[in-house]
């Protein structure tokens, strides 16, 4: 597609329940990114893709973060057991290389009630 | 659509004048610095960026200034006109071919009428 789609745009969960959250990269690009935005706050890393493996989840929080990419291009965040915590906006990104700027997508916003 | 950055500091600034929004990174080893302008419900979008071995570098309106002495970064921009009010966001790469971003907390600039 023309730019990085995320799906949903809002996701409304209770407490304790598993949530996904979808990314549908730039078409080609084989680096994609997952970083979460908290209110008031600047993006923070959470997990890199080059190709179908994860290179670096080291900024995903907890072990009820996990991300797949199965065939290189579509990705998933997974989170269980959600908690108020985990209320952010999920940012992706994807890039053709790594060392220059990437394109982001809208985001998904979650609220964990 | 999404509030981003309502505790961010906010520069107001009358329409027609120049803005100048600026950023302390953290890492003397960065490399390679980005301004993204973040527009409430959207992902961060690129604005300009820069490499270590430059102190200026311009854009269509924009300037960005580097000052890796005491490490800070400076985005300029000329006759701020109201599309340009968003959150403002200044990202450091630590490294060459590094894919990871550190993103600054942001600023909110206002364009007033």
């Known amino acids: 597609g023309a730019g990085v789609s995320q799906t949903p745009s809002n996701k409304v969960t209770e407490k304790g329940k598993y949530v996904e959250l979808r990314c549908d990269p730039i078409?080609?690009?084989?680096?994609l990114y997952w970083y979460r935005q908290s209110l008031g706050q600047g993006p923070e890393f959470l997990i890199y893709?080059?190709?179908?493996?994860?290179?670096?989840d080291s900024g995903l929080p907890n072990d009820r973060f996990f991300a797949v990419r199965p065939e290189g291009s579509v990705s998933t965040l997974k989170i269980q057991r959600t908690e108020r915590g985990d209320s952010a906006v999920y940012l992706c990104?994807?890039?053709?290389?790594?060392?220059?700027?990437?394109?982001f997508g809208s985001g998904t916003r979650l609220t964990v009630v | 659509g999404e509030s981003v950055g309502l505790h961010l500091p906010t520069l107001s600034v009358q329409e027609g004048d120049n803005s100048i929004i600026n950023c302390a990174y953290s890492?003397?080893?960065?490399?390679?610095f980005i301004w993204y302008k973040q527009e409430s419900g959207k992902g961060p979008q690129f604005i300009i960026d820069?490499?270590?071995?430059?102190d200026k570098r311009q854009g269509q309106r924009v300037t960005v200034l580097l000052n890796k002495t005491v490490k800070h970064l400076s985005l300029q921009i000329a006759a701020t006109q109201p599309g340009d009010s968003a959150v403002y966001f200044c990202?450091?790469?630590?490294?060459?071919?590094?894919?990871?971003?550190?993103f600054g907390t942001g600023t909110r600039l206002k364009v007033l009428a």
């Open positions: 893709f080059q190709g179908t493996g994860a290179a670096d």
């Open positions: 890492n003397s080893a960065s490399d390679y």
């Open positions: 990202a450091e790469n630590l490294g060459s071919g590094t894919y990871k971003y550190i």
């Open positions: 990104a994807s890039s053709l290389g790594t060392g220059n700027g990437y394109t």
């Open positions: 078409s080609g690009h084989t680096a």
């Open positions: 820069i490499r270590s071995n430059m």
